[in-house]
């Protein structure tokens, strides 16, 4: 079915990095929030996710426009 994820991420400048859960990619922007303990939380996006037990998640850099994040928390939850 479908979920949906958020994180709290706090990060300084404009940079972007990608999640992926399966096979499905999304590019996301991370949150200028002035420091590397001020969180926000971000959409990360919605996935579907065909299968019941375990699926492989990634939150990874992205080539160009990368800049370093703290991610603290990540939610999952179903989409109704």
């Known amino acids: 079915g479908k979920v ?6 706090a990060s300084f400048g404009n940079g972007q990095f990608v999640v992926s859960v399966g096979s499905q990619p999304r590019f996301v922007p991370a949150p200028d929030t002035q420091s590397y303990s001020n969180y926000q939380t971000v959409d990360l996006g919605t996935f579907d996710i065909e299968r019941t037990g375990s699926a492989k998640v990634e939150i990874r850099t992205k080539a160009n426009g990368w800049q370093p994040i703290n991610l603290r928390t990540i939610r999952i939850a179903p989409v109704r």
């Open 4 to 9: 949906k994820f958020t994180a709290d991420i």
